[in-house]
């Protein structure tokens, strides 16, 4: 019996050369499309990351500005002691509050007692519980109820001018304001510096937000401000402005301001705020090897608080118009 042959011949070499080749080329194509891919999906990363950045950054930017100057008192304040008043006072009189914590000498402050309510300013403070002031109107305090004490207007200078105007004032890279700028009930002083590399700044490229609590009770030390660290930025990578189309370099922060006398005090209101930011993304393109820019204006962004205090003053209602606080004087420099 004849047994039946097998053939075991394989592929010849030039169809292994052939088929090879083949694979390669495939290989080739598929890795080229991912790595594509991969880049483009870079590019979309490093470009969300930065409007993420400069989106949360210029969002507290507008806020912050657009409540800078308002006032308030932390908590509830009522008048403990009956007032005698004086038409007109010669003499200031001490009462006792149920707390001076948030107040500060020449504030303008109003009780809330129907026809009796009256408008005074502070002269001073002695204590956490009692406040000095000139009183021309009487006040009787009734077990039961309670007369309210609450601050109005707004602070002419909550947007802090810009120098000359105003001496350590803002400048074209440090924003300054104060006020309940996070309607907390809390009065905090905020300096917001862009270090882009212009004139004048140091060159870290980040936008810093720094934040002090001036307001404390009586006897407790000042806040000194601190200086500008790792902790405070808001922004990194911040490069000066490219030029406009007539050749104008924007700063960071631009001023609309108008001048005001008020009480024999001149004041300069800052109206509007312009802020422009560009910023670079973190790492450089992986197809053009060059880093991505954005440029985001905020123009117009109006302090309204400031807004009403002008309007306070060419009414002639000058006790709306609240001064500059000692404690934030301090902090300016």
């Known amino acids: 019996m004849m047994s039946r042959l097998h053939s075991e011949s394989g592929f010849s070499l030039l169809e292994m050369i052939v088929a090879t080749g083949l694979m390669l080329a495939v290989s080739s194509i598929v890795t080229s499309a991912l790595l594509q891919m991969s880049n483009h999906q870079q590019t979309i990363w490093n470009r969300t990351e930065m409007h993420s950045g400069v989106r949360g950054a210029t969002e507290l930017l507008q806020q912050e500005v657009g409540q800078a100057g308002r006032i ?38 109003t009780t809330f007692d129907g026809d009796n309510s009256e408008t005074f300013a502070v002269t001073a ?5 009692t406040l000095t002031a000139f009183f021309t109107t009487s006040h009787t305090v009734v077990a039961g109820s309670p007369i309210s004490i609450v601050a109005l207007g707004g602070f002419a200078t909550g947007m802090v001018s810009p120098q000359p105007a105003l001496a350590n004032g803002s400048t074209a890279n440090k924003l300054k304001l104060y006020g309940d700028v996070n309607g907390d009930g809390e009065m905090v002083y905020v300096e917001y510096y862009c270090d882009n590399g212009d004139a004048g700044t140091a060159g870290s490229f980040n936008l810093y937000r720094n934040l002090v609590k001036p307001f404390v009770p009586v006897g407790t030390p000042a806040p000194v401000k601190p200086a500008v660290d790792n902790s405070m930025i808001l922004l990194s990578n911040v490069h000066s402005n490219p030029p406009d189309a007539g050749g104008l370099v924007r700063p960071c922060f631009q001023y609309q301001t108008v001048p005001v006398t008020v009480g024999g005090i001149n004041y ?15 790492s450089r393109d992986p197809i053009t090897k060059q880093f991505q820019t954005e440029t985001k204006a905020l123009l117009n962004v109006s302090p309204r608080n400031i807004g009403f205090t002008w309007q306070f003053a060419g009414l002639l209602n000058n006790n709306r118009v609240q001064p500059t606080p000692a404690a934030i004087t301090a902090l300016l420099p």
Request: hydrophobic share 50%.
């Open 72 to 109: 308030t008192l932390p908590a509830a304040v009522t008048l403990n002691t009956t007032v005698v008043g004086v038409n007109p006072c010669a003499i200031p009189t001490t009462v006792t509050v149920t707390s001076t914590t948030g107040m500060f000498v020449g504030e303008w402050l």
């Open 268 to 282: 300069t209101l800052v109206l509007d705020v312009a802020v422009t930011l560009t910023v670079w993304t973190q």
């Open 125 to 129: 403070i002695p204590s956490v519980t």
